[in-house]
């Protein structure tokens, strides 16, 4: 549910009139509450400037249409925006008397009439930080759902000379990746190492799997055992352009130095943009490689394992699921499909407890062969769920660590006046057997995590502990 907007000049100076000019009256306001959750119809216009309005649009929408807005105290949600306004005045050296949060009830249209009306009052005084202020407030709005899969998509740019499939950032994956970071660092464990190079910095700087990362801009990633913020400098997202400083320790020489990179622009290995990739291992077992659930990638996957039977007798199948973030739910349920006829592979359930099964599709060929799928913190919402229905429907087993537990519920987008797109879950996601895998993940039936040491021989204890119990 990513928007791409491409920024033109014209655009960019209507953004700035728009921070500066004088705050509309209450009757020129957009109609926040008759459009509150419209979904899109085709692509969206170019985007405008964030308002007030715009907020009390996406405070509407969240109400009426998040998975437990009926349920929700929506005096944290104001409060989570307004502390969030006054800190960004404080950032700015720009405080004033009338930023006072004001007394909330519970009542959710008084309270909103009481936000706007000392938002308004605070943000008249400073006039050129306008737009940033109901950035900020928003953005803090939907933060304080704590959802991992409610997002607000906004002035989303790509970098300059961006070509299709370029990587951006230092180059390098590690141990602590993609949801762990943004989702659930809570789940991760020391040490840090280096997993993947890309390319990039990382790659000119000579890094290698297996480099443990000591420090991030000077800061430890691990205090007492507990990951810290320092990690997440290592995933930079443009325009964020600082040089990240690395200290590193390569345990096969035990040389120890410092390396400062720079995030940019790099090009990825075709391979890695593949969503799936094959190949046929000995004593007949397919392995399949599965990136992402896009469009038609269970098919994709289920033709491989056809061709890798063409002519020859198949023994079972691993699917190496490590690294897959997700993607459409329909396509997790197909997958379960080919192994496992006339079962739930899910539930999704509304805040009072009344819940719709997710099933099989039965019209997809079972594949009949033993199944080994590789788990890691990394695989993710739609991962999760075929994750979690192989394991609870007894289908295969599952060898690596413990999912991501980033699966709150299918997310639904819905367009705002300004034309950002805000997204979150109506229902929320229960396993086949109706446990809570949100924030906790499904565990793996065999745990067998990657070490330093495994990652810089180039090892994979995962993948062989999967091929052991394919030949029993």
Same mark, same amino acid.
């Given at each position: ?29 957009? %109609?926040?509450? $008759?459009?509150?959750? =419209? ?6 216009? *170019?985007?405008?400037? +964030? &308002?007030?309005? !715009? ?47 004001? %007394?909330?009830? $519970?009542?959710?249209? =008084? ?6 009306? *000392?938002?308004?009052? +605070? &943000?008249?005084? !400073? ?50 990746? $993609? ?15 280096? &997993? ?277």
């Amino acid at each position: 549910m990513t928007l791409i907007r491409t920024a033109a000049a014209g655009l960019a100076l209507l953004l700035a009139a728009a921070c500066t000019a004088p705050t509309p009256p209450r009757s020129e306001a957009s %109609a926040a509450a $008759g459009t509150a959750c =419209a979904r899109p119809q085709g692509p969206a216009g *170019a985007e405008t400037a +964030t &308002t007030i309005d !715009v907020i009390e649009q996406a405070y509407s929408c969240i109400l009426g249409t998040y998975y437990s807005g009926a349920t929700l105290d929506a005096r944290a949600l104001l409060t989570a925006g307004f502390v969030a306004l006054t800190q960004e005045l404080n950032r700015n050296g720009r405080d004033v008397p009338e930023a006072t949060m004001p %007394a909330l009830t $519970g009542d959710r249209k =008084a309270d909103w009439t009481a936000f706007e009306t *000392a938002y308004r009052k +605070t &943000t008249d005084q !400073v006039p050129d930080l306008r737009e940033r202020l109901a950035v900020v407030t928003l953005e803090a709005i939907v933060a304080a759902l704590g959802d991992n899969h409610a997002r607000w998509a906004h002035d989303v740019k790509r970098p300059p000379d961006y070509y299709d499939g370029d990587g951006y950032g230092l180059g390098l994956e590690a141990n602590v990746n $993609g949801p762990q970071v943004d989702g659930n660092p809570g789940v991760a464990l020391p040490p840090l190492f280096v &997993t993947t190079v890309q390319g990039g910095a990382a790659q000119a700087a000579g890094l290698r799997p297996g480099d443990i990362i000591e420090s991030i801009n000077e800061s430890a990633p691990f205090i007492d055992g507990k990951a810290t913020p320092a990690i997440a400098g290592l995933y930079p997202r443009y325009p964020e352009a600082r040089p990240v400083r690395l200290r590193l320790l390569r345990q096969t020489t035990g040389r120890r130095w410092a390396v400062t990179l720079k995030p940019g622009l790099y090009q990825r290995d075709l391979a890695a943009l593949q969503v799936v990739q094959s190949k046929l291992l000995d004593d007949g077992i397919a392995y399949v490689r599965m990136r992402g659930f896009a469009p038609d990638s269970a098919d994709r996957v289920l033709q491989a394992i056809s061709r890798l039977r063409t002519g020859r007798t198949l023994t079972g199948v691993v699917l190496d699921l490590r690294g897959n973030g997700g993607g459409h739910p329909t396509e997790a349920i197909r997958l379960v499909s080919a192994f496992v006829h006339d079962k739930a592979t899910a539930y999704l359930c509304t805040v009072d407890g009344k819940c719709e099964a997710m099933r099989t599709d039965d019209t997809v060929e079972l594949v009949n062969l033993p199944l080994a799928v590789l788990t890691d913190r990394s695989c993710a919402s739609a991962c999760e769920h075929f994750s979690s229905a192989i394991k609870d429907l007894r289908a295969g087993r599952l060898v690596g660590t413990r999912t991501a537990g980033v699966i709150s519920g299918p997310a639904q987008p819905y367009l705002l006046s300004n034309n950002t797109t805000l997204g979150f879950p109506t229902r929320h996601h229960l396993g086949p057997n109706r446990e809570v895998i949100d924030r906790i993940g499904v565990s793996p039936d065999h745990y067998v995590p990657q070490t330093p040491e495994d990652a810089a021989a180039g090892r994979d204890p995962a993948l062989a502990k999967a091929l052991t119990l394919l030949h029993k």
